[in-house]
């Protein structure tokens, strides 16, 4: 599933629940710089990615199951853990969605849009910058229970 919230914090809060959880096999968190470079064929899969408030940010959450039935449930498990963050849903503060407008998806072609625009951000971004500016790639590490607290 790709998970759309209003802000930053709200969706690094959240990532502590599915860890807490244990049914997340992986969590990325996109920013809003992140979300604004997405292709249509992204924001498509993704409601009101397109019009989403300055400041929104999205997790891409997978899960995995040895069986349909294992799936389910971990999907189940992974969608409990969100809404038990507290945290709205959607682009837009003042106007949240429903957990439900962001399934999870089983299709092939859909979850390989969610990792491929994930795994092309670096050169997207890169080309993206300003000329004669330099990108800074460098990866942060904290406890997960502090993830939220450093984005605010």
């Known amino acids: 599933a790709f998970v759309l919230f209003p802000d930053l914090y709200s ?16 969590v990325e968190i996109c920013d809003c710089a992140s979300l604004r470079l997405a292709q249509q064929e992204f924001v498509s899969l993704v409601a009101e990615l397109g019009q989403a408030q300055e400041g929104a940010a999205g997790l891409l959450i997978e899960v995995k199951g040895e069986t349909q039935q294992a799936l ?17 849903f959607g682009g837009h503060a003042g106007a949240p969605l429903g957990l439900e407008s962001y399934p999870f998806r089983t299709n092939p072609a859909e979850t390989k849009v969610f990792w491929d625009f994930r795994k ?16 800074l790639i460098e990866d942060v590490v904290c406890p997960v229970e502090n993830l939220a607290a450093m984005t605010a």
């Open 72 to 88: 389910q449930q971990r999907v189940e498990a992974a969608q409990q853990a969100l809404r038990a963050s507290g945290a709205r």
């Open 11 to 26: 969706a690094c809060d959240s990532v502590r629940h599915l860890k807490d959880s244990g049914v997340a096999s992986a």
């Open 120 to 135: 092309g951000l670096i050169p997207i971004i890169g080309g993206s910058r300003s000329v004669g500016t330099s990108m």
